[in-house]
Structures are given as structure tokens and as C-alpha cells.
């Protein structure tokens, strides 16, 4: 990350960087899971693409720099980052009619500040010894009595949970969401901790019957030599709404509002839903394509396929406030 970054800091300083055919993208996800795509559309347009990988501060840092940002995209996990770049200010509005036709609506911003790129499904991941066929539904169902002390989950203040609240608050409004997230709660096996590949983990080893995570985890365990125990001993699940289907978050991009190279950012933006990258994503990552008519990998076709749900993701997101405040009503990590 370093060198990258030094090196078009300083390209930046002492040349003119006007008729450089670049890129640069600030990211918050990992280097692996964006080079395959940005080093495609390098050798296929002829267009550098430079990353600087955060971990934090990402709004931060774009807004400290100012006029001067040399950021043109912003890549990041999770729609709740994307509007808060959007609400920092630090983004801008686009018009592509490519991006419209590839990106389904439930996945863009209405004002055209965020655009997804790959979706995720959150599953429930269940004992295969002690959980039966069909006895995963729905997530409501996940707050019924049959699910006591046997649920595992990570933080209600990570990202990922506050979405599936987001959405259970954007279908069922905010009183019965509470009541569904205190019914979660007192199924949980143990208090809230660790990451989605942990819960998968607990199951293994006894602790709970099942877990809510990602689905592309599923992937990344099972080519983990440590890690493929703990998928072995869980099915993958498809929990739907009542009235619905599978919860879906996305990775996506935005525009910096100050993007120097905005042409060329626009070619990659439109570039990265092309179904050639799409296919890449969908390969490398285990993520789901957004783009209509693309296939998952077949290594994720294998866990079976699904209707996702339909709730705008900016619905998702503009509940995330009331989230967290039921999360710290009902003391859900407590
Ligand atoms: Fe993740």
C-alpha cells in the first residue's frame, strides 16, 4: 500500500498529471479483491489504476485534502459506507446510462451518488447434525422460541447486522423490529462476538446450532485448510422475508466529488458492470454479480439459488440510525 501510494503522491507533485490516462481509486476493500478487476481493465484500456488501500478514515482523509484530492473513486463493502460518503459530502452525482442498465434499482442511489458492483447474500449457516432440513424459514422466524439457545451471531454493532435490522426495520417498522431483535437475542447461545467465520466456527465446536453470515465466507472457509472443518459441519441456508426474500448488501462506488480524472473513472466505473467483470468478480470473490443475466460461479450456484429481496438499498441504509439505537435499547451485545 505504501509504494502505491508514495509513488502517485509524488507523481501528483512534480509532473503534470493532466494527460496522465490514470485512475485512482481509494479502497476500504482488501487489495485481493479488486486487483483481478482493476489489472483487467488496465491491459483492456490502457488506463493505470492507482489504489491507495484504507482501512479507516477513508472520508476523512478526502475531505482534509479537499479541491486537491487526487481520489476519483471510492470503492467500499457495506451500503451504509456508501451513504455516509455520500451524506460527508465527499461524493458526487453521475449520468451513465450503462451504469443505469447494469446496476438493478434496489442497488444504485436514487440521486445517482452510489452504485453497486457485487451483492452479497446474508444466510444462516446451519448444523448439519442438529439442525433438520427445512427447519431454517425466515429471519422473523429467528426470534421464535424453537431457535432458543441455539443461535450464534457476531456484534449488533457491525455493519453487516445493523443491515439485516435496516431491512426488518424498512418491512416491518421500527416498534416490531425491536421486538424481533430482543426475540434474537434471547435465543442467542452466547453473547455476540467475533467475525461471520467465527459463528461458523461456535457450530463446529458445539456452542449453537446456527449463525448468520455471508455467504461468500462459505467459499473463502472452504479453501482454508484450518477453516474447511468448520464449513464441513454447516449447510448453507437461504432464510427469506415473510413477505420477501434472501437480505442482499453490496460493495459499490462513488464518484469523489473533486475526481480529477472523472473521464476515465466513468470508463471504469461502467467498465467494473461489464459481464466480463462481472464474471471475474463473481470467480475471485463468491460475491453475487449485480448485473442481470450474470451467473455466479458455479463453486456458489452450488449452494443452491434464491429470490433476493427487493428492499432499495437506500431504504437499508437511511434505517441504520434506527438500528443502532434499538441495538443499544435493547443491549443486544449485552
Ligand atoms: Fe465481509
Known sequence: ???????????????????????????????????????????????????????????????AEGDLSPADLIFTVDISRLIAAKSAGITKPISSAVLDANVPESFRDPKDHWYGLTARARIVYASKERVAPGEVTTYEDLASDKWAGRICTRSGTHSYTLGLLGAVIAKHGEEAAQKWAAGVKSNLARKPQGNDRAQVKAIWAGECDIAVGNNYYMVAMLNNDEQKEWADSVDVTFPTFKDGGVHMNISGVAMAKNAPNETNAMKLMEWLTSDKAQNLYAEVNGEYPVKPGVDPSDFVKSFGSFEADETPLSAIGAARPKAVKIMETINFDG
Open 1 to 63: 500500500m505504501f509504494t502505491r501510494l508514495a509513488a502517485f503522491a509524488v507523481a501528483a507533485s512534480i509532473t503534470a498529471p493532466v494527460l496522465a490516462a490514470e485512475v485512482n481509486v481509494y479502497s476500504y476493500r482488501q487489495p485481493e479483491l479488486i486487483e483481478p478487476m482493476t489489472d483487467a481493465f488496465t491491459a483492456e484500456t490502457g488506463i493505470d489504476v492507482n489504489v491507495v488501500f484504507l482501512k479507516k478514515g477513508l472520508i476523512e482523509r478526502i475531505q
